[in-house]
């Protein structure tokens, strides 16, 4: 591997990440060998401590610009990628796309990551609900258009239940954001501190955790217990369920199964991973998940 700090290999590799905005972490390591062939390094292979080192690196010299490389996992199954994101603090989501998107674009976008959280079917907005968005000038057509650029663009997924939910590129650039505009209304992982839309809800203390990072806390564990270091009760619960599964079950259960009726507007399927982004099978344990539910802050 290259060292001796900045190099022709750190400068092409942030070129490209500024073209790409988002790889796998594989698609990374494969980058970086393109590179070094090309600037004349010797790299037999790339190895996962090796990406980080080359981040650190470059995140060194554009942190001054309000830019960073993160590494995060996939909610759904743990994928790791290679995000570039916009640092700037500001709640303003236009300040952080709006190199790339036309104002009712902007506005759009604003909404849907609105609507993610708001929604009753917390993490996920329809197709339908989408394009009945109410924006100045947006046709259904345009408000498509926009929709399939930015699933393009691998902000969002489109499962196959036709429900829009945060991708890891989306999570890697507003968890600030969801922070900070949705006090109390976000889950946020106990272990990463990361915001989490899918993860393992404990049932005796309700802490929150992504699938991953309970997996991984619990690992040479006998049997699975909440990562809170207050709680430590064990996490047995129900094997998880898809979307279908749960709609079947809150519309057999009735109007009172929830603490609130669920929304005339909103559809009671939760989301079913996209192509690109599926459930592994090691999601088949005995772990609850929270999907399409978040709790809502009392009135005082």
């Known amino acids: 591997m290259a060292s001796g700090g ?4 750190h400068r092409l590799f942030l070129q490209s990440m500024m073209s790409r905005a988002i790889v796998k972490v594989d698609g990374a390591k494969q980058l970086l060998l393109s590179i070094a062939r090309l600037v004349g390094f010797q790299m037999a292979g790339v190895r996962d401590h090796e990406v980080t080192t080359i981040l650190k690196e470059i995140n060194k010299k554009i942190s001054s610009f309000g830019m960073e490389l993160k590494e995060i996992l996939s909610e759904h199954d743990a994928t790791k990628f290679v995000v570039l994101t916009n640092t700037t603090d500001s709640s303003a989501v236009i300040d952080k796309i709006s190199h790339a998107y036309n104002e009712k674009e902007r506005e759009l976008f604003r909404l849907l990551l609105e609507g993610i959280v708001e929604n009753e079917s917390y993490g996920s907005i329809s197709s339908m609900e989408a394009l009945n968005l109410q924006i100045n000038g947006m046709r259904a057509g345009d408000i498509q258009d926009a929709l399939d650029k930015f699933v393009s663009d691998q902000w969002f997924l489109e499962t196959d239940s036709g429900r829009l939910i945060p991708a890891a590129r989306c999570i ?12 109390g209304r976000v889950h946020v992982c106990n272990l990463c501190s990361n915001v989490v839309f899918y993860g393992v809800e404990c049932p005796s203390c309700s802490a929150v955790t992504h699938k991953h990072c309970f997996t991984t806390f619990n690992a040479k564990k006998s049997a699975p217990v909440c990562p809170l270091p207050s709680c430590r009760e064990p996490v047995l619960g129900h094997s998880p369920q898809n979307g279908e599964e749960r709609s079947r079950q809150k519309k057999k259960a009735g109007p009172g199964a929830s603490k609130r009726g669920p929304s005339a507007s909103t559809p009671q399927d939760t989301p079913t991973p996209s192509q690109e982004e599926s459930p592994s099978s090691s999601q088949t344990d005995s772990t609850p998940i929270t999907r399409g539910r978040r709790k809502r802050p009392s009135a005082d």
């Open 6 to 9: 900045y190099t022709d290999l």
């Open 172 to 183: 890697a650039e507003f968890d600030s954001y969801f922070k900070r505009c949705f006090p």
